[in-house]
Antibody
Framework: EVQLVESGGALVQPGGSLRLSCVGS????????MDWVRQAPGKGLEWIGR??????????EYAASVKGRFTISRDGSKNSLYLQLTSLKTDDTAVYYC????????????WGQGTLVTVSS | DIQMTQSPSSLSASVGDRVTITCRAS??????LAWFQQKPGKAPKSLIY???SLQSGVPSRFSGSGSGTDFTLTINSLQPEDFATYYC?????????FGGGTKVEIK
């Protein structure tokens, strides 16, 4: 069974930093693209970025709203995906989900349960 | 960026009803369209990919159709567990974008 478990969410002050983690199990982690999606309180879903798979060199893509502030990385030996958040703003307050991407056309299948990041002074 | 517009933003329906949600893309996306269901306080669940293919384990009362710019999600014989918010998403180009959501409520 595929499982994704996020952690690392916390209350952080504006301008601060945080690292979120997502541990995958039940599949060969390095074979899949992995994405981050967030959801601000009471709002819709927003795609944050992507880590391609190992054959693609774990290269990344980002949404304009976070490019230069957020960094996605992976540790294949730990089946882990990371999201480093820096220069945090109050608008970054959200639940952050990691999502497995499958297929040659790269669609989503499994989602983690999410981890809450609150940016507030 | 490709804009995804869902309609309606909310609807009220009864158990047993047939419900249709529409999603329109601001430019052609072929069939690179997915649908998700989200219940309050829970992570989204993937329902449909490639506009009409059901994810594993999704009941057959859910169906999707469309290509290009216009898409629909249909729920036949609405069940109590189907009351939720539904989102469409395009994944043909970066940034991936979602529709604003359609909340399906109990009438």
């Amino acid at each position: 069974e595929v499982q994704l478990v996020e952690s690392g969410g916390a209350l952080v002050q504006p301008g601060g930093s945080l690292r979120l983690s997502c541990v995958g199990s039940g599949f060969t982690f390095s074979d899949n693209y992995m994405d981050w999606v967030r959801q601000a309180p009471g709002k819709g879903l927003e795609w944050i970025g992507r880590s391609r798979n190992k054959p693609q060199g774990y290269t990344t893509e980002y949404a304009a709203s976070v490019k230069g502030r957020f960094t996605i990385s992976r540790d294949g030996s730990k089946n882990s995906l990371y999201l480093q958040l820096t220069s945090l703003k109050t608008d970054d307050t959200a639940v952050y989900y990691c999502v497995r991407v499958v297929g040659s056309s790269s669609y989503f299948d499994n989602w983690g349960q999410g981890t809450l990041v609150t940016v507030s002074s | 960026d490709i804009q995804m517009t869902q309609s309606p933003s909310s609807l009220s329906a009864s158990v047993g009803d047939r419900v249709t949600i529409t999603c329109r893309a601001s430019q052609g996306i072929r069939n690179y369209l997915a649908w998700f269901q989200q219940k309050p306080g829970k992570a989204p669940k993937s329902l449909i990919y490639a506009a009409s293919s059901l994810q594993s384990g999704v009941p057959s009362r859910f169906s999707g159709s469309g290509s290009g710019t216009d898409f629909t999600l249909t729920i036949n014989s609405l069940q109590p567990e189907d009351f939720a918010t539904y989102y469409c998403q395009q994944y043909i180009s970066y940034p991936l974008t979602f529709g604003g959501g359609t909340k399906v409520e109990i009438k």
